[in-house]
């Protein structure tokens, strides 16, 4: 294991410029494999930044702790408020808390479902109930919401099992939801229904956030979106710009996930102030680090689109 000092040589070594008690107690505090390492490129480790200056990594981190900080509230709120939407919504169509009804009835998208995606969608669906069953299994000891049904020898209802679900379980419960419950939620949050697949680029929606909100939630490096999984954000892309006339939105950088935040806000009831907070905080981050930072660093991170798409996202915010 290398001392402090060694790993300050090594940086000089690599063409860092770094000395002093200063950028020494810094890098302890934001650390070598966590600083240097994991902001020494953009994306994909083959894309390493110019970096010349201890300073400018110290900018980066800074950059996405405040980046964090600012979503972090947002995101927990959203997620809340998003499972009781869809929870609201599954309990009317199937008329019952008790998970089992709830399979039968309502987590029955294979009925909608022609031939050849019928297979896929009974076989999520089966996925489904092991997830629930494992959630119980590793639940029950450990949080109150389970063990007290548990305890009494009650059906866990679905609204306690929403309390330990992750959100890739509930997007897996969503996707196996019967379409009139999907058109259903849909509906209520007021998004578009006609000429345009609502259902679905919610589905894309949730697993877009999902990648977001783990990401903040476990410290890992946001700005360069290197936590993005899965495909499908085209089609949430073209619902913002549908919905809001943001162009060129492919969830590639940190800002196209901004605008998708404002937007759930505003579909799920926030105020406009709360839109508005979260749209300027992120435009006063931004600003501030193009300051900070050298531009060929910068903008490998924020895109030449970005003040249209936020003009765009504070444009649908005031037609709210």
Not at 15 to 24: D, E, L, P, R, V
Not at 185 to 211: E, R, V, W
Not at 277 to 284: A, C, D, N, S, V
Request: with cysteine; proline share 2%.
């Amino acid at each position: 294991m290398a001392t402090i000092n060694a790993l300050m040589k090594h940086l000089r070594a690599n063409g860092i410029a770094i000395s002093g008690t200063t950028q020494k107690k810094k890098l302890r505090r934001i650390g070598y494999y966590h600083g240097y390492k994991g902001y020494r490129f953009a994306g994909s480790s083959t894309n390493r930044l110019p970096l010349t200056d201890f300073g400018e990594i110290v900018a980066l981190h800074d950059f996405d702790m405040r980046l964090k900080a600012l979503f972090y509230e947002y995101l927990m709120s959203i997620e809340t408020a998003l499972k009781n939407r869809v929870l609201e919504a599954t309990l009317e169509h199937a008329g019952s808390p008790r998970f089992d009804i709830v399979y039968r009835k309502s987590l029955t998208a294979y009925k909608c479902r022609g031939k050849d995606a019928y297979k896929d969608a009974w076989s999520s669906r089966l996925r489904l109930r092991t997830e629930v069953d494992q959630l119980i299994a590793r639940n029950h000891e450990t949080k109150a919401v389970i063990r007290h049904f548990r305890d009494k020898d009650l059906d866990i209802p679905i609204w306690a099992l929403f309390e330990v679900m992750t959100l890739g379980n509930f997007g897996a419960f969503y996707s196996c939801l019967h379409d009139d419950v999907k058109r259903r939620i849909c509906d209520d949050l007021g998004m578009p229904s006609h000429n345009f697949d609502s259902p679905t680029a919610l589905k894309k929606a949730i697993f877009a956030f999902k990648d977001l909100r783990n990401a903040v939630a476990h410290n890992g490096v946001i700005i360069d979106v290197r936590f993005r999984t899965g495909r499908g954000h085209k089609s949430v892309g073209n619902l913002l710009k549908f919905e809001m006339g943001a162009e060129g939105v492919g969830f590639n950088e940190i800002t196209d996930y901004s605008l998708l935040l404002v937007y759930l806000m505003a579909k799920l009831g926030f105020t406009k102030t709360e839109c508005k907070q979260l749209l300027q905080g992120y435009r006063e981050i931004v600003e501030k680090y193009r300051a900070a930072l050298p531009y060929n660093i910068y903008s490998q991170f924020i895109g030449t689109q970005t003040r249209s798409k936020l003009d765009a996202a504070n444009d649908f915010i005031r037609s709210l």
